[in-house]
């Protein structure tokens, strides 16, 4: 139809747009980071639907962002050829946020400038950040494979509205057009623009291409050829050779592909030869998305053939536990039309899987044993995702316990720091296994009256209060040759580290009270297995513990309140 239309933005929307221009206006140059990024995905999703849709490419495969700008009428312009966006896309994406954890988001907003900017860049700020700058936008696009009468103009104030009508289009693609407020005249400038371009864009693969500039001598002025130039490096970041990429391009690489807004907490680039070759850019975020423990959420790294796009969130080029890393990973060896089937069988998809986890958790080794601090970081956002991996990876199992953090009584604080090797070094003379107890809160576990023996003879006990934590110690039997041993559970041998003098002191009085212990078998009758005594108090003089064999109380409350 060839009828203008008004529409409303989606409420969340309307407060994003509110959020963004008062609280990200400090940083507000990142709006061009924002488009080319877009401009770059759509280059991508045009190559990828044109492995099977040759005709996509209209005979013009070659992709390219177009900067420019116009002093007179106050513009800046993005273009793309990329895959563009008919009528009802254009009505979704720039009308709507469909994202996952946007309610999670808008929950969290504080009121407080600061804070919320964080939250914003956490969340992907994305297109709507051009109304930091622009007082109106201009999108007119048209769908890869549609006639040139069929494209579309979609404008905005970004004041709650937006109109959107037919328009007329001779290349495939997308032009944003913004048209700046007031006082925004800086960005009219091609020294300023490439200089952000430079700084934010430069890790883009497609070329990004501005006019050349030049000193008139005679009207001393710089003046605007119709020559292009490329402003960008313009090769896959991941393809360039590690020593000729800086930190910096590595980091808003990162943010290129994780949609994130801060910086990473650590990567990984390796090129994999052999069986299977590959290569790998792996990233560890600073911070868990609020989405993490979404069923729903698709999670996993980008996928390449031979620096084609084939699909975000390949989940099966990772294991689930290592579901946190970001990145790229670009193989040589599966076909352009491999699918999410075929990656769920493929040989070549279980190489990539396997020497990736092992990269990831070298990393996570490298973290651990050179950037405490990080590594504390890291354990604090994904340390009980990591815990899944012990269930998960038996073939990795030493590796990750290794890996592992926890509270325990040795500085009596819920912060996860100690892992089984510091509390093996710690351990008294005789003692020969590492004991733990579970239960819900850190409060209930340090102060369980089973911990009271062990506090008299100054032996270090675990406190494990995560969710996972029962599930995972059921794959676990050992570290170091050293059973993981619940202070709870059955008839506490605490072998050698009972002496002597004690020993035989604690046979007499179980002799004396054993008229005791049967009448409270008596009395307790079917309620319960067994009445002992016991060695294990100090201050307390009874307590309930579960047999040997039998599931610790914390699980059974756990499967009780999952409804088993
Ligand atoms: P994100 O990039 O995280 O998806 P954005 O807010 O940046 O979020 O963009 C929203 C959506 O708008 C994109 O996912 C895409 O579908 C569409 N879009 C934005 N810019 C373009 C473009 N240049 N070409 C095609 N589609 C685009
Ligand atoms: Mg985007």
Redo the contacts with the bound molecule.
Sequence with gaps: TNTSETLGFQTEVKQLLHLMIHSLYSNKEIFLR??V???S??CD?LRFEAIDRPELLEGDGETAIRVGFDKTARTIT?S?N????TRD??I???GT?A?SGTREFFQQLTGDKQKDAQLIGQF??????SFIVAQKVT?V?RRAGLPADQAIRWESAGDGEFTISAAEKAGR??D?ILTLREDEDDFLSSWKLRDILRRYSDHISVPILMKKEEWDAEKSEQVTRDEEETVNQASALWTRSKSEITDEQYAEFYKHVA?DFEEPLAWSHNRVEGRSEYTQLLYVPRRAPFDMWDRNKKHGVKLYVKRVFIMDDAEQLLPGYLRFVRGVIDSADLPLNVSREILQESRDVRAIREGSAKRVLSLLEDLAENRKDDYATFWTEFGQVLKEGVGEDAANLERILKLLRFASTQDGTPAQTVSLADYVSRMKEGQDKIYYVTAETFAAASSSPHLEIFRKKGIEVLLLTDRVDEWMLSFVNEFDGKPLTSIAKGGLDLGALADEEEKKQQDEVSEELKPVVERLKAALGEAVKDVRVTFRLVDSPACVVVDQQDMSQHLQRLLKAAGQ
């Design positions: 924002e488009l990024s877009n401009a995905d759509a999703k993005i793309d990329g895959i563009g966006m896309e254009a979704a994406n720039l946020i994202r992907g700020v994305g297109f709507y950040s999108v696009s693609g997308t944003i949609h």
